[in-house]
């Protein structure tokens, strides 16, 4: 495997471009490759079958570009599939789940943690699993909140509605006197200022996009497989569907605009495995 070669990351659809905006921040120097399942988004309403099968694909075309490791920006394919993932494949395969509960555990001093993610990703436990691993004695608090993935894509960040859907989400989680609330859905940290200000500011937030970059840098440190060019490294972007939206919404997850985006069949994914 060379340094060169580029780091993979998928996701459902779009929200996975909030980790690449973090991994390009902290690693600059990198080649990414983003694969996005545009065509069979929403995966936090699929079964578990379904969504390890995607994921399954989903990672054989970023291995159809030689990534040197694979990033499962999907909190809900991470929450799902990892397991079957590493199994399958050689190259190392990170998820969201396990960097956002270290860095959630870091952060708390109460003890008492919140989770938000999609319905299958909270459904699964795959947070509360993950930080009870660690230390049996926290107290964890999971909720899903299926609209803030619509609300992110439209816009919505600063919205009476989404600030009233916010509040009707987050006053159990609040009542329970969280310290730390772990975003486990990639949509979420386009709505931290809203979420933030439901739960109150004694309420940490953890973007586990965040947490993951973190744990990426750390790998390719210690494997010696960081990047070296001395520019910034190149990002490509490629979609199962393209709608007229599509550079609006990337726009606003990334950061920045996106350049070219290349559309791949379904078809294609679903021979790859
Ligand atoms: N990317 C998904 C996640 O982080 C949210 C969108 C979806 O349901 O596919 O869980």
Known sequence: MSNSNPIG?????????????????????????YFGDTARVPYGTKSND????????????????????????????????????????????????DPGAKLAIETSRSGKIGVIGTNATINNKAYSAELLKHNGSLEVY??????????????WIDHEATKLIADEY???????????????????????????????ENVELIDSGVAAA???????EDQNLLNNQAGKGKIDFYVSDLSSKFEEIAGRFLGNPVGEIKKIDVDELVKLI
């Not at 471009?17 to 990414?32: D, G, H, R």
């Open 142 to 155: 999971e909720k899903a909140c299926p609209l803030f993935v619509p609300l992110a894509e439209e816009g």
């Open 50 to 97: 379904t969504v390890i099968e995607y994921a399954l694909q989903d990672a054989a075309y970023l291995l159809t570009h030689n990534v040197k490791m694979i990033i499962v920006a999907c909190n809900t394919a991470s929450s799902v599939a990892l397991p079957v993932l590493k199994e399958r494949f050689d190259v190392p395969v990170i998820g969201m789940i």
């Open 214 to 220: 973190l744990v990426v840098q750390k790998y390719l």
């Open 9 to 33: 990351i998928f996701d459902s659809g779009i929200g996975g471009l909030t980790v690449v905006k973090k991994i390009s921040s902290i690693l600059p120097s990198e080649n990414i490759v």
């Open 170 to 200: 987050l006053h159990e989680l609040k009542e329970k006197q969280i310290d730390t609330l772990i975003l486990g859905c990639t949509h979420y940290p386009i709505l931290a200022g809203v979420i933030g200000e439901s739960v109150g």
